[in-house]
Every structure is written in C-alpha cells, then in structure tokens.
C-alpha cells in the first residue's frame, strides 16, 4: 500500500483504497493542544518538524505556505524520531491521521480546506501471487474501508 503517487507505470495493478486526512500531532503541553483545531495561521507561527521525502509535502506547502516556507525545526525520514521530538516540545508534525504514533502524542484537526492523501495498493500485473498475497488483495479490495477510515 502507498499514498500519493504520480504516474503509476501501465503493468502496475492500482486501486485506490480510501483517503484520509493529514492532522497536527504534538504533545499535550503544546501551547496548541487544547485547542478543538488548528488554524493555518497558528501553523505559520510554530515550529513544524518534517518528513524527507514526504508524499504530501508539495500539497501542504501549496495549501498553507504559498506566500513563505514554514519554520521548520528539524527534519527526519523516520517518523518514530520526528514523533519523540514532538513528544519532547519541540514542535508539531503534519502527518496522516491513521498513522501509528506513539500514545503519549495528541492528534487536532487542521482548519480550512483538509489536506488529504490517498491510500492505495499496487500489484504487478500478469505475475502469479503467492497464497498469502493473494489473500491479502482480495481482502484489502473487498473489504469497506469507510467503517474504519472517517473521508472527508
């Protein structure tokens, strides 16, 4: 399974799964915590920590940052790392509101028109599965992701 991608190569097999939408994640003594949502222009003023490589990164900074970059404090390609330094105080992470984090890390919705990335499972085409990955597409294209993921 992937998020957004750009010109899946014709011999891939794609099915778009479901959307989700990207949240703040910060520990609760943020002086944001205890706020319902977040607004773009308390974002602009925070210390943000980001991904490398983020498959949403180009979509947030069209959406939030258009007019000047964000003020980010650090920048990790290992999502546990960026989790401990926000659970430390040092700044907020837009990520995917599905994704594990650790439990001592708060979640608040972003005001404004929501970021969102599509989850999807790619196969490549003509090629025989084996029995486990076979079940497991039959299963992930079946099953109703709209109980266990809210779209926005």
């Known amino acids: 399974m992937v998020g957004d991608m750009q010109g899946v190569p014709p011999r891939i097999d794609d099915w778009l799964l479901f959307e989700e939408r990207y949240v703040a994640v910060l520990a609760p003594t943020h002086r944001l915590a205890n706020r319902p949502s977040i607004g773009i ?11 490398v490589g983020c498959d949403v990164a180009p979509k947030i900074q069209r ?24 659970a ?8 995917p509101e599905h994704m594990p984090r ?6 608040i919705p972003l ?10 499972l790619l196969a ?3 090629r025989r599965y084996s029995p486990a990955l076979d079940a497991f ?11 266990v993921v809210r779209t926005v």
């Open 41 to 51: 222009d308390d974002l602009r003023e925070t210390v943000l920590l980001e991904r």
């Open 63 to 86: 959406l939030y940052f258009s007019e000047r970059p964000p003020h980010v404090g650090h920048c990790s390609s290992h999502d546990l790392h960026l989790q401990h330094m926000a």
């Open 88 to 95: 430390a105080g040092f700044g907020v992470i837009l990520a």
């Open 102 to 107: 650790l439990p001592t890390l708060k979640t």
């Open 111 to 120: 005001e404004g028109e929501p970021v969102l990335r599509e989850v999807r």
């Open 124 to 126: 490549v085409q003509g």
């Open 137 to 147: 597409v039959k299963a992930a294209r079946l099953r109703d992701w709209s109980d």
